[in-house]
């Protein structure tokens, strides 16, 4: 097989400056266009982005190569919380160009924009188009429901394994994806997981770029029963409680994947991405330099239901497989706010993500739910950012390649609007917590929002909304 051309470093200066997110607008970014612009080689709203497809979508009906790794796999998942599916039979590769959606989200991120947004492309709906059938098999019959995240993890980025806390990095560290308080009542009578995750990975993920690592079933004496609580409570940390001894440690499970496979599991798994190492490199003795780059890891994620435990995001009737482009909009927005402490971004962000999931033509795209649980954490993400917290206080602006940005004039109005931002994102959290007031539901607010008022920003757990490494999140 031939060496793959090597993919972009996301801090190259953007390839087109005029479509950095910086110089974002609504208008602009619900245009088609705009996002073909940024990566000309993937299709958006196509008339049939079916038909863009190489290939036709694989069949997993009885009979099938696909249906006998589906009961395979259905099986390993049963014992173990989760199990890898082989690229070659699952075919994401015929129906996209995994290597290119891999390219394309380094291009995204050279714009200012988190991976994410490579939902708002075609091919990416594919692959879950391609996988639903499989994973309705693999889980007893879970469907899509549009929890969806893309990352970027560079290895040489990641710390290059060195233990440093101003080190930031995409993987994220040990977790389960739901903690629900009955636990055993999210799995049906015949132990399928009533949630589960397909995880997918365009470039290879290995043990040195951040493939997922596993607490298999068997070790985990919470997977089924549920976790103690009490954050005071140490020694029922569900983590320790798997690993209580050096023997235990071995139980660990890498689960290494070549792009285009998948790694299904359910929400009660313990898993985590590890973190990157980075290559080697070294000179002979004449002098010549060699080495052994570490690709990124690039990945996408699905998050598949039974909707008698957790709705999905967006109907499936108007949405599935293939959302408009305006509503694909709305749903990454909607998740980079609920994710804010893990993608940090700024008040100019944070407001067109608002101005996305709640526009005019986007009520009622979101299921209620979780669409309270959108605005709960836009509170939230307003506060912070608003006191100091996020990266316009921090001085992270990354460079989006237009030279005039030095200037002290411009460095003067982007102050002026960056103070705009501030008020604007209190003025639409206080909108957002009236709203829910009017449908009930506002009691979720208050709490926050008056210790933003006060000065404080602390949650219930104790940790600050400062420091979101030392928040426990139900995260993927």
């Known amino acids: ?55 036709s979508f694989a069949s997993a009906a009885p009979g099938t190569a696909l249906h006998a790794l589906g009961r395979a796999a259905r099986d390993r998942v049963l014992r173990d919380g989760f199990a890898k599916l082989p690229a070659a039979p699952l075919r994401l590769r015929d129906v996209a160009d995994v290597r290119l959606l891999a390219a394309s989200a380094i291009r995204l991120a050279q714009h200012g924009w988190n991976p994410s947004f490579l939902l708002a492309f075609d091919e990416t709906w594919m692959v879950a188009a391609q996988l639903a059938e499989v994973v309705a098999l693999v889980t007893g019959g879970n469907r899509l429901n549009f929890d969806a995240l893309c990352w970027h993890v560079d290895p040489v980025d990641d710390g290059d394994g060195v233990d440093d806390a101003s080190t930031t990095t995409t993987a994220f560290s040990p977790h389960r994806d739901r903690q629900p308080d009955d636990a055993p009542a999210t799995f049906r009578d015949d132990g399928t997981a009533m949630y589960a995750t397909a995880w997918i990975p365009f470039t290879d993920a290995t043990t040195e770029n951040s493939c997922l690592h596993f607490i298999p079933r068997p070790h985990d004496p919470g997977y089924f029963v549920g976790d103690d609580d009490d954050p005071d409570a140490m020694d029922k940390d569900p983590l320790r409680l798997c690993l209580p001894s050096k023997e235990a440690y071995q139980n660990i499970a890498a689960a290494p994947a070549e792009a285009g496979a998948a790694v299904v599991f359910t929400h009660r798994v313990i898993h985590w991405g590890g973190r990157g190492r980075g290559g080697l490199s070294w000179a002979s003795a004449d002098g010549e330099e060699s080495s052994c780059r570490v690709e990124p890891r690039v990945c996408v994620s699905f998050g598949f239901a039974d909707d008698a435990y957790e709705p999905a995001y967006m109907s499936r009737a108007d949405n599935a497989p293939f959302p408009p482009l305006r509503r694909r909009l709305a749903l990454i927005a909607a998740q980079m706010i609920v994710y804010h402490e893990r993608f940090p971004f700024d008040l100019r962000a944070l407001t067109l993500f608002h101005q996305l999931a709640t526009r005019e033509g986007a009520e009622g795209v979101l299921e209620k739910g979780y669409r309270k649980k959108v605005m709960y954490e836009y509170v939230r993400a307003a506060a912070a950012l608003g006191s100091g917290g996020g990266e316009k206080k921090r001085g992270k602006r990354k460079d989006d390649g237009d030279d005039d940005d030095d200037d002290d004039d411009d460095d003067d109005d982007a102050s002026d609007d960056d103070d705009g931002d501030e008020d604007d994102a209190m003025e639409r959290a206080l909108d957002a917590m009236l709203d829910a007031k009017m449908e009930g539901g506002g009691d979720d607010f208050e709490d926050d929002f008056d210790d933003y008022e006060d000065g404080v920003l602390e949650d219930e757990d104790g940790a600050s909304l400062l420091e979101p490494e030392s928040k426990k999140k139900r995260r993927r």
Not at 6 to 20: A, T, V, Y
């Open 1 to 55: 097989m031939p060496t793959p051309t090597p993919l972009p470093s996301p801090s190259d200066p953007p390839p087109d400056p005029s479509l950095h997110a910086r110089h974002a607008t609504v208008e602009r970014v619900i245009d088609p266009e705009y996002w073909r612009a940024i990566c000309p080689g993937l299709s958006v709203d196509a008339a049939d982005p079916a038909t863009i497809a190489p290939a």
